[in-house]
């Protein structure tokens, strides 16, 4: 027993003897020859063994040149970063006016109309955005008609026979006209061309549609804009304190589709500014 016993030891210490000679021996030539591959530089060896462990396998390196263009990618936002400071007050500039216009043409979803009516700078606004009190009642504004009557006798100096063939319009005629027009075309196509009630400006009493005596066929229609008496309007109005409150263009910020017809009084000062600068009311207002 003892004998076999002893030389079994003997014959695992001499085994692993060898195994350890045998690897060192091994591991010695693998670093000769990996020496002898990098001009026996030990530094570019070392480097060489470090890029071997964490290099990715040749299936990733296609894909490494993407990540390495992925930090590019990523430094390029730095850039703007440090130019934001002038780019973003611009951007907010552009965007304003559009977002608030998107707005313009879309209804608030409210419960009731307001207690009071809005007036800005002095001037009264009614726009969707801005609905007036089921009781405002004022009826048809005698500035108003005052300044359209003047405007009428200069026209007609230039033989143009002007007439206003609907100014003022209390709530519950703007409610039986809108719920007409949804009967008949629908709520989203009487929306563009009518206001629901409590949002006309008709019922501010200083809208004022204007057509010519005898030519009825352009009245509250977009070819009033092509004739003579509509050229002249929209030349002349702001002399008299009137303003073509919804341009053509500006649906996105008046809300409403452009009424060659339609005019609303705002006074001298505001509608001459407002043609001069050729903006809406909702522009020289600030909102
Ligand atoms: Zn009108």
């Given at each position: 027993?003892?004998?076999?016993?002893?030389?079994?030891?003997?014959?695992?210490?001499?085994?692993?003897?060898?195994?350890?000679?045998?690897?060192?021996?091994?591991?010695?030539?693998?670093?000769?020859?990996?020496?002898?591959?990098?001009?026996?530089?030990?530094?570019?060896?070392?480097?060489?063994?470090?890029?071997?462990?964490?290099?990715?396998?040749?299936?990733?390196?296609?894909?490494?040149?993407?990540?390495?263009?992925?930090?590019?990618?990523?430094?390029?936002?730095?850039?703007?970063?440090?130019?934001?400071?002038?780019?973003?007050?611009?951007?907010?500039?552009?965007?304003?006016?559009?977002?608030?216009?998107?707005?313009?043409?879309?209804?608030?979803?409210?419960?009731?109309?307001?207690a009071e009516p809005t007036i800005v700078k002095g001037i009264l606004l009614?726009?969707?955005?801005?609905?007036?009190?089921?009781?405002?009642?004022?009826?048809?504004?005698?500035?108003?008609?005052?300044?359209?009557?003047?405007?009428?006798?200069?026209?007609?100096?230039?033989?143009?026979?002007?007439?206003?063939?609907?100014?003022?319009?209390?709530?519950?005629?703007?409610?039986?006209?809108?719920?007409?027009?949804?009967?008949?075309?629908?709520?989203?196509?009487?929306?563009?061309?009518?206001?629901?009630?409590?949002?006309?400006?008709?019922?501010?009493?200083?809208?004022?549609?204007?057509?010519?005596?005898?030519?009825?066929?352009?009245?509250?229609?977009?070819?009033?804009?092509?004739?003579?008496?509509?050229?002249?309007?929209?030349?002349?109005?702001?002399?008299?304190?009137?303003?073509?409150?919804?341009?053509?263009?500006?649906?996105?910020?008046?809300?409403?589709?452009?009424?060659?017809?339609?005019?609303?009084?705002?006074?001298?000062?505001?509608?001459?500014?407002?043609?001069?600068?050729?903006?809406?009311?909702?522009?020289?207002?600030?909102?």
């Open positions: 027993m003892k004998p076999t016993k002893k030389k079994t030891e003997f014959d695992k210490k001499f085994y692993i003897k060898w195994m350890v000679i045998a690897m060192t021996a091994i591991w010695a030539a693998i670093a000769a020859v990996w020496l002898s591959m990098h001009n026996w530089d030990t530094e570019e060896s070392m480097q060489a063994l470090a890029r071997a462990f964490t290099e990715q396998p040749a299936e990733t390196e296609q894909e490494a040149p993407a990540e390495e263009e992925a930090p590019v990618k990523d430094e390029q936002p730095a850039p703007e970063e440090t130019e934001q400071p002038e780019t973003q007050p611009e951007e907010p500039k552009e965007e304003a006016p559009e977002a608030t216009p998107k707005d313009a043409t879309v209804y608030p979803e409210i419960d009731q109309l307001p009614a726009n969707k955005q801005h609905p007036l009190p089921e009781t405002y009642a004022p009826g048809e504004n005698a500035e108003a008609r005052a300044a359209f009557d003047s405007m009428a006798q200069a026209a007609a100096k230039d033989g143009l026979q002007l007439t206003a063939f609907s100014t003022y319009r209390a709530f519950d005629r703007q409610k039986q006209l809108y719920d007409g027009y949804v009967a008949k075309d629908g709520q989203a196509a009487a929306d563009r061309y009518s206001a629901r009630p409590g949002f006309s400006e008709h019922q501010t009493g200083l809208a004022f549609d204007i057509g010519e005596a005898g030519q009825e066929q352009h009245w509250a229609s977009a070819s009033f804009g092509d004739t003579a008496g509509g050229k002249w309007v929209k030349e002349n109005a702001h002399k008299y304190g009137f303003i073509l409150r919804y341009p053509e263009g500006k649906e996105q910020i008046t809300g409403y589709m452009h009424e060659s017809w339609h005019f609303r009084y705002v006074g001298k000062e505001a509608a001459t500014a407002i043609y001069q600068q050729n903006i809406t009311l909702e522009e020289y207002l600030g909102i």
